[in-house]
């Protein structure tokens, strides 16, 4: 499955046709990451998962949006690859995270 460029350049077209890459540095955009990351937590504040899911779902997709979006700008800034870079996140993480060792567990990888 390949990133869908064109959803990459829908995202990218909206922040252009405003003028606003000229505001979007790498601290700012990771500040504003946190701060959508934040928004979406709020939602299951207070809530069982399945409780927010069921009543939230609709702001909770909203906020993992914003999220999504904002991780677009910062890979865009900072001349990042995003389908490259989770690839090569992945392939850590498979190697930290053998099948064998953490299948149906959740422990943190210095603990399998």
Do not use: C
């Not at 869908?4 to 504003?32: C, M, P, T």
């Not at 069982?48 to 009543?55: F, K, Q, R």
């Amino acid at each position: 499955m390949k990133m869908n460029d064109e959803l990459l350049r829908k995202v990218l077209d909206f922040r252009d046709s405003r003028d606003w890459g000229k505001f979007h540095n790498a601290k700012d955009l990771a500040i504003s990451l946190s701060i959508e990351a934040s928004e979406l937590l709020e939602h299951f504040q207070w809530r069982s998962s399945e409780e927010a899911v069921h009543h939230r779902k609709v702001q909770i997709a909203e906020e993992l949006a914003d999220v999504l979006i904002y991780s677009i700008y910062l890979a865009d800034t900072m001349d990042l690859n995003i389908e490259k870079i989770i690839y090569e996140k992945m392939k850590k993480n498979e190697e930290k995270y053998p099948v064998e060792k953490s299948y149906g567990r959740m422990n943190k990888y210095t603990e399998l």
